[in-house]
């Protein structure tokens, strides 16, 4: 039995080494194609028609400031459509027919595109508004974003050549500094936007359109298939189909547009459960077409860690639950001690990940060494404690488990001093995987004493993060249960 247990902790340790590398040689590219900057200029002489699509499903605190911001879009009226998605069943409904009235006043073609039903989830509701768009090109914004006036003058001109399919823009933050999980997630987000998308794209492999803050060729969507609801991501879903086609996607970093991070951990569960569960469906429905296209090995290869890279949760967690065994197993077979010394290739991954957001903290901070210090660590620390809520959402998209689309609650939160107490949309109620959380918290402790009892120190350190990892991640689900007063987190 334990040789089982060996081999399915080497090969989980081993998946993330490999993981890992691939980081940092993104990050390697990054470096190296950083100074090639690409640029297009706003021409009187390319002005084709736009559609602007706002999918919403009940989002009555922010869909005022999405429609204000969107009204504000500095592009020819003449050549530009806003077409409001709203699959709502509470107020929001109301609140965007009463500003549709009124900016179409100011000679704005902006129309309501009401589903009776959510067949499809976003991926309908696109789908259907999308057979029905005047524009050429379609821009789509989520409710939680706020597109600057100029976001199509800096994006549109790109689309001069015939065979760009997509622009995506980098995202912003409005509430990073809001607290402690909301910093945590712009600096893990900050590296997305920052080195993986470009690095990909300089290098010729695949990327994603993120669902938001970007531009399609509505002549693309449709080449490629149209919006599937069969995953969760069916943003990552349609940028693979349209790629593998021979459309190419831009991404740039120097466009931002500001989006408010959640800011509770039911919230943040709810997301990230989405994002990781849909990256397994997308992996598992178009892996194989990629492994059969002409793409170049590297390329493939860069596609498999894409689409696979929510999968290093599951790794984790695997190793994680593993190492507490390991222990004994080490103890009381003192001839296989060689073998436990090839854990170094876990020590050299996380020096690989450390410098991959290094290289990212330093875009977006003017303090990074302080900044970085004071993130890195406690980001790995909630990312291993996320590891059984995401590691389980990857494992149901892997085995085809179908659920419904959840969207993640709005707030309208952009200062300290707002707050989330009595927003309607939030669910927050004890589950299984949260007494799991709190239960593998325990679990780690119990590891630590082990480590300590039989003198072994060479998972302490390890430990003492996966007990603080799950031990926070439980906190912090279980505190919207209990705070009866409008405070921030």
Not at 91 to 109: M, P, R, S, Y
Request: with cysteine.
């Amino acid at each position: 039995m334990y040789i089982v247990i060996i081999i399915l902790y080497a090969l989980s340790l081993l998946y993330i080494f490999l993981f890992s590398i691939s980081q940092l040689h993104l990050t390697w590219i990054y470096l190296k194609q950083k100074k090639k900057k690409i640029s297009a200029e706003w021409s009187e002489n390319f002005i084709p028609h736009v559609t602007v699509q706002l999918p919403v499903y009940n989002e009555k605190y922010v869909v005022e400031r999405l429609l204000q911001a969107v009204s504000a879009l500095n592009y020819p009226k003449e050549k530009l459509e806003i077409q409001v998605l709203d699959d709502s069943t509470d107020e929001t409904t109301a609140i965007i027919k009463e500003k549709i009235a009124t900016l179409q006043k100011h000679g704005l073609d902006i129309t309501l595109v009401h589903r009776e039903n959510r067949k499809g989830f976003k991926a309908g509701a696109l789908a259907h508004a999308t057979a029905k768009a005047k524009g050429d090109f379609i821009a789509i914004f989520d409710a939680d974003f706020i597109p600057q006036p100029d976001f199509l003058r800096k994006t549109i001109p790109y689309f001069t050549k015939n065979e760009i399919g997509v622009v995506q823009t980098r995202w912003g933050h409005l509430n990073k500094n809001y607290s402690l999980l909301t910093q945590l997630q712009a600096f893990g987000l900050d590296a997305h936007f920052s080195i993986e998308q470009s690095a990909r794209n300089r290098a010729g492999s695949f990327i994603n359109f993120n669902g938001t803050c970007g531009v399609w060729r509505k002549e693309t969507i449709l080449n490629a298939g149209g919006w599937h609801e069969d995953t969760l991501t069916e943003d990552l879903d349609l940028s693979y189909r349209a790629q593998l086609k021979g459309w190419q996607f831009l991404y740039l970093e120097d466009v931002s547009t500001p989006g408010e991070l959640p800011v509770v951990m039911p919230a943040i569960k709810s997301q990230q459960y989405r994002w990781n569960k849909g990256g397994a469906e997308t992996a598992r429905k178009n892996f194989m077409k990629v492994l059969q296209s002409k793409q170049s090995f590297t390329t493939k290869l860069h596609a498999f860690f894409h689409l696979f890279n929510s999968s290093v949760f599951s790794t984790l967690l695997i190793a994680a639950v593993l190492s507490v065994p390991m222990l004994f197993i080490k103890n009381q077979h003192p001839e296989l001690s060689w073998l436990f010394h090839t854990g170094i290739v876990f020590i050299l991954g996380f020096f690989s990940i450390a410098i991959f957001y290094w290289v990212s903290n330093q875009q977006f901070s003017k303090n990074h060494k302080s900044s970085f210090f004071k993130l890195f660590p406690p980001f790995l620390i909630i990312s291993m404690g996320l590891s059984l809520h995401n590691g389980l959402a990857v494992m149901e998209g892997l085995i085809g488990r179908k659920t419904p689309f959840i969207r993640t609650p709005k707030f309208n939160i952009t200062k300290k001093e707002d707050g989330w107490i009595g927003n309607t949309y939030l669910r927050s109620s004890l589950n299984y995987i949260t007494v799991l959380e709190g239960i593998l918290c325990l679990y780690f402790i119990y590891g630590c004493l082990v480590g300590i009892q039989l003198k072994d120190s060479g998972l302490l350190f390890f430990h003492i993060m996966l007990a603080l990892g799950f031990g926070s991640i439980f906190i912090y689900s279980m505190k919207p249960l209990f705070i009866r007063k409008p405070i921030a987190i």
